[in-house]
């Protein structure tokens, strides 16, 4: 079908794609690129994460409902998702996206997160992005999370997007290579919600572009529902996966 746009079509999809003259995922010049940018030869070859879902996680699971990571874990949040799996092409394209100023990647990113939610068929009242600490802020000059937490509150139908409600207030050393316990121990205290009317009785959707071992979305989901949030769902575009 992809094959066959007319002419109008490709124009408006440049104006719409406009980075498209290289696929998001492989950084080449391709013929033809899907909807979200992709070129075909990444789009048949890319780590979605198939179903059936870990309940909490989001992670594939072989049978059951909790995979055994989730039984350890004992996560806050109510329930997470991510699209894919954080192998090639997409821990490239996160990377591009987070520490090399590929902020339009937003979009295609959101596009997809906005299918697996809806696939989901979560209900929430507003968007919360996992923030950064203001030091690491104006070091990367933009936070990655809240391109993606605004992006997806537009194309689900303007949801509220509570930008500066939830605040990192420890600027917490980088938790490459920390495995959970580590984390948790990092992240003690790190976040807290200096606005409580604005997520008070409300169902947030907490949006972060990786999931590792789920710390920093449970210290996330502690301060909002310590604040009075009803419950927290969390969807991300990647996850590591553990075998
Ligand atoms: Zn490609
Ligand atoms: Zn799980």
Redesign the pocket.
Known sequence: MEFRVGKFLKYMLDIIYPRSAV??????E?KTYNRYG??F???ENLPFIRPPHCCVCGRHIEGGEICRLCVEANHVFTSALSVFEYNM?ISDMVKRFKYRSFTHLAEPMAMLMVEAIELRGWSFDAVVPVPLHTKRLSLRGYNQAEYLAHSIGKMMGGKEVLGTALMRIRNTPSQIGMDRAERMWNLYNAFEVRQEDLVKDKTILLIDDVFTTGSTVDHCSSALLEAGAREVYVATFATTIYH
Do not use: H, N, S, W
């Not at 696929?23 to 080449?28: H, W």
């Open positions: 696929c998001i995922a492989c950084g080449r391709c992709f070129c030869a990444c789009y092409p």
